[in-house]
């Protein structure tokens, strides 16, 4: 069946950095165009990172903009985020998403 895995969360100080990772299975038509959402507590869930299907290009929210890359692995249904210089506001629990899929989220709380 259907799965999207999350890892790499966990509780960093300001300034700090974490890799999040994300491997995919299941999807029977072998496309994965693999994006970042987050939810931090009392909001909605956000876009955060993710590759054009048009130009495949990065993109990225404008709150992560120059802190945050995401990346594929070699076999396109893996993706990284990392996250450096982070801010206390980027905590929250970081989901990756594929054709309607959400995984079960990695929670990143950044405090001192």
């Known amino acids: 069946q259907v799965q999207l895995v999350e890892s790499g969360g966990g509780l960093v100080q300001p300034g700090g950095s974490l890799r999040l990772s994300c491997t995919a299975s299941g999807f029977t038509n072998n496309r994965y165009a693999l994006q970042w959402y987050r939810q931090a507590p009392r909001n909605e869930r956000d876009f955060v990172a993710g590759f054009s299907t048009l130009s495949g290009n990065p993109n990225y929210a404008d709150s992560v903009k120059g802190r945050f890359t995401i990346s594929s692995g070699n076999a396109r249904n893996t993706s990284y985020l990392q996250m450096n210089s982070l801010k206390p506001e980027d905590t929250a629990v970081y989901y990756c998403?594929?054709?309607?899929?959400w995984g079960q989220g990695t929670r990143v709380t950044v405090s001192s």
């Open positions: 998403y594929n054709q309607g899929y």
